[in-house]
Structures are given as C-alpha cells and as structure tokens.
C-alpha cells in the first residue's frame, strides 16, 4: 500500500512525471516560499499569489543523518535546493553519493517513498535526486560517523 507522507507542502505530479510544487509568491517584495504561506513570511503583505516551483534545483547545503526513527532509510541525506529567483526547498536527496554533494550540482525534483511504516505501507512525497551520473567510490553506507552535516 502507497499513502502521501504527512504534507509539508503541496504537490503534484504531472502526467509526464514532472513533479511541481505549489508554493507562494508576494508581487509587493518579490519573495518566493514553499511550502505556501498566505501571509508572506518577508514582508508581511496578505496578498500573496500561487507559484509553482520545477525543478531543476541547484544543491545549496547538506546534512547526512545516520541515526533515525525506524521506517526511514539510513544513512538519510536531507538538503537545500535553490530554484530559480532563489527560493530554497528542504527535502531528501536520494540515490547520491557522498562525491555528489557539490553546491550547484543540480537536482532534479521526484517523487519517491520517504519511510515504511510498521504494516509496510509506504509513505511517499517529493524529494532530489542528482541529475548527473557522477564517478564515485565513497559510498555513503560506508561512512562510520553517526551524524555529520555540511555546507555543500
Ligand atoms: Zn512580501
């Protein structure tokens, strides 16, 4: 069984596989959010408009969380994107490698599942995934440290 992770924000998923997410924009600053505020967290103006961020986005910072409640995968790569006007999205990073973690290397938004939960059901939202095949031998499973973070 599939469900939709406990939402942040609001997504969707087109039929070409595209993932979008639907975050705000205030036209008085110009500030972009995700997930949607409908009071800009910038400026404060109550008039802020529906803006749909697309990937790709651009590797910003990094943390790499080894210990984690059960159901998620471990090590977990959880990262800020940056989308075009700036805008920063916080989600997990998978199928990457420890060379991968660049700032600027561009990701790419998708859809995959999050965690298991305890009867298997699978709890799916949006995440990056690297965009290029990078050459890596430093597996991140290979790492002993517990925790580490980094600004990519
Ligand atoms: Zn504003």
Redesign the pocket.
């Known amino acids: 069984m599939t469900e939709v992770a406990p939402r942040i924000g609001k997504w969707t998923v087109t039929t070409d596989g595209d993932v979008i997410l639907s975050g705000t924009n205030?036209?008085?600053?110009?500030?972009t959010v995700f997930p949607a505020h409908t009071i800009?967290?910038?400026?404060?103006?109550p008039d802020?408009h529906e803006a749909l961020l697309r990937g790709p986005a651009k590797l910003r910072s990094f943390t790499i969380v080894h210990q984690l409640p059960s159901g998620f995968p471990s090590p977990l790569v959880i990262g800020y994107g940056e989308f075009e006007g700036r805008t920063q999205v916080l989600a997990p990073i998978v199928d990457v490698t420890r060379n991968q973690l660049i700032e600027g290397r561009p990701l790419a938004l998708t859809v995959g599942v999050t965690r298991t939960g305890e009867n298997g059901e699978e709890f799916v939202t949006y995440q990056f995934t690297p965009i290029e095949p990078w050459e890596s031998d430093d597996s991140l499973s290979a790492r002993a440290s517990s925790q580490e973070t980094g600004h990519a």
Do not use: K, N, Y
């Open positions: 205030c036209p008085q600053c110009g500030e800009c967290v910038r400026c404060g103006s802020t």
